[in-house]
């Protein structure tokens, strides 16, 4: 199902996800007409300590990647935040972030031990993947520490593996998934995430 973003929103959205919102070294695009004031990003050890308001993309433009190349991001969401089930995870294939047409592909996974690939081409967000499927990969949220996950996308060739923990839970073909441009990080809204670590790096053809 898709839906579509008033014009108005829009242009809220494109004049809030200008460079200088950035935040320890990110970017952030809030959906709609959020603001990223309402999204903290604080360099904390390991990596950066992450909370949304409204739901969010995160990014840095030296993360893009091109032709045959993977995105891993281990992200610990921390206790309570998972407890409304709002999902997290990475984006890939990223153009005009800052833009009306923003276009990227984003894998997220729930607290509640399920998974989910989406894509948003402009105001229009479509899912690629039906439902919201459960894995015995994922780590499921838990009220005495956090819920750590490692999440990485491959892209080869023709086809896009989508990954937790190391166990494929789906692959795509990559005309219909999306491919080179900004990788960063997805967040919906009132999430509290440690991200440990990111990376866009050369995968094997």
């Not at 990227?104 to 894509?119: E, H, L, Q, S």
């Not at 994922?138 to 923990?165: K, M, S």
Request: hydrophobic share 40%.
């Amino acid at each position: 199902m898709q839906y579509r973003i008033p014009g108005f929103l829009l242009l809220s959205a494109a004049l809030a996800a200008v460079p200088v919102s950035a935040q320890a070294g990110w970017s952030v695009r809030p959906d709609g007409s959020g603001r990223p004031t309402d999204v903290k990003v604080v360099a904390a050890q390991p990596g950066w300590k992450m909370t949304t308001g409204p739901a969010a993309i995160l990014y840095r433009a030296a993360d893009r990647g091109a032709g045959n190349y993977r995105v891993t991001a281990k992200i610990a969401l921390l206790p309570g935040a998972g407890a409304h089930q709002e999902a997290y995870g990475i984006f890939l294939g990223g153009s005009d972030l800052a833009k009306p047409g923003q276009s990227y592909t984003y894998f997220i996974i729930r607290g509640d031990g399920t998974w989910k690939v989406k894509r948003r081409r402009g105001p229009d967000v479509g899912s690629v993947t039906r439902g919201w499927t459960a894995n015995p990969a994922i780590v499921r949220d838990r009220p005495d520490g956090p819920a750590v996950n490692e999440i990485t996308v491959i892209l080869g060739a023709q086809n896009v593996r989508f990954l937790v923990n190391g166990q494929e839970v789906w692959s795509g073909v990559r005309s219909e998934v999306g491919g080179d441009g900004i990788a960063g990080i997805r967040l919906n809204h009132n999430l509290s995430i440690q991200l440990e670590s990111f990376a866009v790096s050369p995968a094997k053809p």
